[in-house]
């Protein structure tokens, strides 16, 4: 793996000399904001050596290198899952590829489905914790046994709050349960799920954040809660639904994130 994520380095090295500060890893239908970098440089993931492509629909598959208001930033505009048929080590290559950067930061998104019925559509919710339902790890087969006790970041969690409510965004707080998917839940999963502490359900992001966690990267987590869960509400649930709620809510989103990353990133 070391070997892969070296030969990674050396074609990005040969395509941009930007040095990011911080990274930002791009869910569902959030992939746009990447798209306002300024002297911004795309690389498709499709042509970095060892990088595992990105097949679902909303998800670009572009590494972009460039600045934010002065904050130089590398984003992962699509991200691969676990679903695609990749390992955990594969799905979280690009957390090695920003640290091996120079990254010690990190802003991850996802689009979920909200599994509690305080946190509804349109909801920006702030992750404060995490359960791995995949039944897997991106460290199976080696000996980092990583400490998970905070995975995002504590220090970052009241001061984005008071941020949000700066902005008049109403920023939710929950945790994230993430199981394996493509499938979405069955009513009774989610009545699980909810019973368990999940508040909302997605099909990514743990993976990631452990590799983050056992490589020393801070690291912050926003979902988009574009749905409720099976059973909450009578409508059926489809993946351009989905992409469809984010693309309402992006402009709540963008703002958020953009003054994450001047007030925390610079």
């Given at each position: 793996m070391n070997k892969q994520i070296k030969e990674s380095l050396e074609?990005?090295?040969?395509?941009?000399?930007?040095?990011p500060c911080a990274a930002l890893i791009?869910?569902?239908g959030l992939g746009d904001?990447?798209?306002t970098f300024d002297k911004s440089v795309k690389i498709p993931t499709a042509?970095?050596?060892h990088y595992p492509r990105s097949t679902v629909a909303g998800h670009k598959g572009y590494l972009v290198f460039g600045f934010h208001q002065g904050v130089s930033l590398v984003a992962v505009q699509g991200r691969t899952h676990?679903?695609?048929g990749y390992s955990m080590e594969q799905v979280s290559f690009v957390v090695e590829i920003i640290h091996a950067l120079g990254v010690e930061k990190l802003l991850v998104t996802n689009a979920a489905g909200s599994t509690n019925p305080r946190i509804v559509p349109g909801d920006l919710m702030l992750i404060t914790d995490q359960v791995n339902f995949l039944f897997a790890?991106?460290?199976?087969?080696?000996?980092?046994?990583?400490?998970?006790s905070n995975p995002y970041s504590k220090e970052y969690i009241d001061a984005i709050d008071k941020l949000a409510r700066s902005l008049n965004i109403d920023l939710k707080k929950g945790v994230l349960w993430t199981s394996t998917g493509p499938t979405y839940?069955?009513?009774?999963?989610?009545?699980?799920?909810?019973?368990?502490?999940?508040d909302a359900a997605s099909m990514s992001t743990v993976p990631e954040v452990i590799m983050a966690n056992t490589l020393g990267i801070k690291t912050i987590g926003i979902s988009c809660i574009t749905n409720f869960a099976t059973g909450m509400g009578k409508e059926k649930l489809t993946h351009e639904d989905v992409t469809r709620t984010a693309e309402l809510v992006k402009e709540k989103f963008i703002t958020l994130v953009s003054h994450i990353i001047t007030e925390h990133f610079a």
């Amino acid at each position: 793996m070391n070997k892969q994520i070296k030969e990674s380095l050396e074609f990005i090295r040969q395509k941009t000399n930007i040095r990011p500060c911080a990274a930002l890893i791009l869910g569902s239908g959030l992939g746009d904001f990447a798209d306002t970098f300024d002297k911004s440089v795309k690389i498709p993931t499709a042509e970095i050596p060892h990088y595992p492509r990105s097949t679902v629909a909303g998800h670009k598959g572009y590494l972009v290198f460039g600045f934010h208001q002065g904050v130089s930033l590398v984003a992962v505009q699509g991200r691969t899952h676990y679903y695609e048929g990749y390992s955990m080590e594969q799905v979280s290559f690009v957390v090695e590829i920003i640290h091996a950067l120079g990254v010690e930061k990190l802003l991850v998104t996802n689009a979920a489905g909200s599994t509690n019925p305080r946190i509804v559509p349109g909801d920006l919710m702030l992750i404060t914790d995490q359960v791995n339902f995949l039944f897997a790890s991106p460290l199976r087969g080696s000996a980092r046994f990583t400490d998970m006790s905070n995975p995002y970041s504590k220090e970052y969690i009241d001061a984005i709050d008071k941020l949000a409510r700066s902005l008049n965004i109403d920023l939710k707080k929950g945790v994230l349960w993430t199981s394996t998917g493509p499938t979405y839940e069955t009513a009774s999963e989610v009545k699980m799920i909810h019973k368990f502490g999940g508040d909302a359900a997605s099909m990514s992001t743990v993976p990631e954040v452990i590799m983050a966690n056992t490589l020393g990267i801070k690291t912050i987590g926003i979902s988009c809660i574009t749905n409720f869960a099976t059973g909450m509400g009578k409508e059926k649930l489809t993946h351009e639904d989905v992409t469809r709620t984010a693309e309402l809510v992006k402009e709540k989103f963008i703002t958020l994130v953009s003054h994450i990353i001047t007030e925390h990133f610079a």
